[in-house]
T-cell receptor, first 114, second 114 residues
Framework: EAQVTQNPRYLITVTGKKLTVTCSQN?????MSWYRQDPGLGLRQIYY???????DKGDVPEGYKVSRKEKRNFPLILESPSPNQTSLYFC?????????????FGSGTRLTVV | GENVEQHPSTLSVQEGDSAVIKCTYS??????FPWYKQELGKGPQLIID?????GEKKDQRIAVTLNKTAKHFSLHITETQPEDSAVYFC?????????????FGAGTRLAVHP
């Protein structure tokens, strides 16, 4: 089954404790992206990747890092999480750049930073 | 920058009624307009999209219309059913730094009552 797999689904952490949210896709898509979803703000892009070793900032990149060492994996790293990063996070992949043609989204990671 | 406004933020209808969600965009160069449905506890899923070379597209009970002159597009759901209850997001593409990206609306929570 074509899918994007994120882990963990739920995470509660403390301010300043580094964490990684993993994302993996099995569709051989070149384009991958991370979004955060907040009430009243919709989905905002954090980082995206055009291909292996090619990443760039989205609209809200502050406080986040990403890497793309393999085509299928695109982890999101929070080096020093803060409470304003409490949010619902989605990884997505697309066969076309920028999500044109449609994204496949993961099931989401609900992060709480206390 | 590109902005996508979505209305209403919540919508409540009786089963069998029609539901309409409207979005406006600001970038006249936008040419791809997808709609996503997000069910509780899941990631958004593409349900229909339209490109700027057509004015309307239908898929069973859902349809999308596009008015490029007025820069707005709408999602129409006919004969609504309880399983249509979800959050719906519209989006429009924009070109930034030579790359395409999607800008999402804030979402509409649709409740269909039996």
């Amino acid at each position: 089954e074509a899918q994007v797999t994120q882990n963990p689904r739920y995470l509660i952490t403390v301010t300043g404790k580094k964490l990684t949210v993993t994302c993996s896709q099995n569709m051989n898509h070149e384009y991958m992206s991370w979004y955060r979803q907040d009430p009243g703000l919709g989905l905002r892009q954090i980082y995206y990747s055009m291909n292996v070793e090619v990443t760039d900032k989205g609209d809200v990149p502050e406080g986040y890092k990403v890497s793309r060492k393999e085509k299928r994996n695109f982890p999101l790293i929070l080096e020093s999480p803060s409470p304003n990063q409490t949010s619902l996070y989605f990884c997505a992949s697309s066969w076309k750049q920028g999500g044109l043609g449609g994204y496949t989204f993961g099931s989401g990671t609900r992060l709480t930073v206390v | 920058g590109e902005n996508v406004e979505q209305h209403p933020s919540t919508l409540s209808v009786q089963e069998g009624d029609s539901a309409v969600i409207k979005c406006t965009y600001s970038d006249s160069a936008s040419n791809y307009f997808p709609w996503y449905k997000q069910e509780l506890g899941k990631g958004p899923q593409l349900i229909i999209d339209i490109r700027s070379n057509v004015g309307e597209k239908k898929d069973q009970r859902i349809a999308v219309t596009l008015n490029k002159t007025a820069k707005h597009f709408s999602l129409h759901i006919t004969e609504t059913q309880p399983e249509d209850s979800a959050v719906y997001f519209c989006a429009a593409n924009m070109f930034s730094g030579g790359y395409n990206k999607l800008i999402f609306g804030a979402g509409t929570r649709l409740a269909v009552h039996p």
